[in-house]
Each structure stands twice: as C-alpha cells, then as structure tokens.
C-alpha cells in the first residue's frame, strides 16, 4: 500500500507522515525537501531563479539524496549535507519557484517514482495524490486554516531561538500557496479521490489516529 499526503505549508503533513509511517513501519518520503535541496543550489550557485534552464540543468548535472538514519531524513546534495540549510524562508521561496518549472517538475516525478518504487511508503508534498503516485491506496488531503499554519510555523521557529513576525510569516505562507496552487505544472489541488482532512484545532496525535483508521478501513476493503 502506498499513501499520498499533500495540502498547504504548515498544515502538519511531514510531522503526521513520519508518524504514520513510523507506526505501519513504511518508508517517509518528503518531496518537498528535494525541491527545497534545489533551491538551496541555485542560490548557492548563485544562478538566476527566473533562469528555468539553467536551473534544470543544474538538478540534471547534480544529485539529490534522502538517506534515512534513526528515524531521521538527511538530505544530500551530492555529498553535501544540506539538511540544516534548506528551511529558511529564503528557500521556502525559492523552492516554490523552482516547483513551478515543468521542466524541474519532470525531472522530480522519475526521481520521486523511483523511490516509491519499492512500494509501502508514506510519501508527502504537492501533487502526491494528482501526479506523482495517482494509484495510491490512500490519498490524503490535509489543511489547516492559514493563521493556524502560520503559529504553528511561528512556535516551531521560536523552539529553534528564531523570534519572527506572525503576520509576516501568514503573508509569507499565503503567497507560497497562492504559487503552488496557480502553477500550470501540477498545482496544488486536493486529488478527486483523496480525504480532506482539517486539522484547524486538532492535535497531531489526533490526525495521526484518523489517517491510521483510513488506512485500516483501506486495507481491510482491499483483502
Ligand atoms: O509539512 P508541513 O509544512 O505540512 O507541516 P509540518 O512541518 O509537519 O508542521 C508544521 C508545524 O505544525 C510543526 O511544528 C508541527 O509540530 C505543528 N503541527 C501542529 O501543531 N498540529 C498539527 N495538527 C500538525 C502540525
Ligand atoms: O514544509 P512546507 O509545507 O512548508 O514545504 P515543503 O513541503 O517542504 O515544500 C516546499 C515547496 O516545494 C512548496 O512550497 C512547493 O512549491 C514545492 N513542492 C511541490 O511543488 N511539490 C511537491 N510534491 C513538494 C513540494
């Protein structure tokens, strides 16, 4: 079984998709973090984003690894542990623009097939259930009403000692969405088949239980 988890920034998909995998002991694939590795290059390349084939160039002359260790995905651009420098909000936006490229997104689906190939994995972004994995067994579609994203975001970077502007990061969280969701290349969008899922007000636990009874309802219809 293969499960699909997509929705907006901060609706809590890479924290509710490691668990669940965790539990049914399946592989955690976040795509995001790929397309946040290939951003994190043209900035340190120094490449102009708007370039679009000089960026996919350069995700076609260079590789992006997710190695899983302990539970935890380190993410390497070629041999280069990138993993601390690829959530800043630099990225963040950097990420959404390199995504909107048809031709980086062709490029991202080979390589994101691939690592789905193996099958029993859990894996988590934009256009899981629309493109990447279209026969997933299980598609989810999680959300959360963007001032809730935005604090959650907010106390996330507030662990980390980073003090931010709540409303600067709303705004910054909406203008991202508003990108992925008008893109031409894949959008966005909650896949015909896949649950919605609000988790305005719902602790992780809490979604993490339901995504297991979908699985289970799944499974069980599927024997
Ligand atoms: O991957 P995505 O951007 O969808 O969200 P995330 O990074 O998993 O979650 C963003 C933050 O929200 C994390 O700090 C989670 O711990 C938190 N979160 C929460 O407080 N309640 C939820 N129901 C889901 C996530
Ligand atoms: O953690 P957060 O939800 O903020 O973002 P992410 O999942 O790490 O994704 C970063 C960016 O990559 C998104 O804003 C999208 O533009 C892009 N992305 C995408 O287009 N398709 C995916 N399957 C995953 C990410």
Redesign the pocket.
């Known amino acids: 079984m293969n499960i699909a988890i997509d929705g907006?920034?901060?609706?809590g998909?890479?924290t509710v998709a490691q668990k669940v995998a965790g539990q049914l002991e399946y592989v955690y694939i976040?795509?995001?973090?790929m397309?946040?590795a290939l951003a994190w290059a043209v900035h340190h390349n120094q490449l102009a984003i708007e370039d679009e084939p000089s960026v996919s160039e350069l995700l076609q002359n260079n590789e992006i690894r997710l190695v899983r260790e302990h539970g935890q995905q380190t993410v390497f651009w070629n041999d280069k542990d990138v993993t601390g420098l690829i959530r800043s909000t630099e990225v963040?936006q950097y990420?959404?623009i390199v995504?909107s490229y048809g031709s980086v997104r062709e490029q991202m689906l080979v390589l994101q097939r691939n690592l789905a190939k193996q099958g029993n994995v859990v894996m988590?972004?934009?256009?899981?259930g629309t493109h990447?994995l279209p026969d997933a067994e299980v598609k989810i579609f999680l959300t959360a009403s963007s001032r809730e994203r935005a604090e959650r975001r907010w106390k996330e970077l507030l662990t980390k000692g980073i003090q931010t502007d709540l409303d600067e990061l709303e705004k910054e969280i909406e203008e991202?969405d508003l990108?992925?969701m008008s893109r031409e290349v894949?959008p966005?969008r909650q896949a015909d088949d896949a649950v919605l899922v609000d988790t305005t007000g719902i602790t992780i636990d809490e979604v993490v239980d339901r995504i297991l009874q979908i699985c289970e309802r799944t499974g069980e219809s599927t024997q």
């Open positions: 907006p920034a901060g609706a998909k890479s976040d795509t995001g973090s397309y946040r963040s990420a959404s995504a988590d972004g934009r256009d899981i990447v991202r990108r992925d894949a966005l």
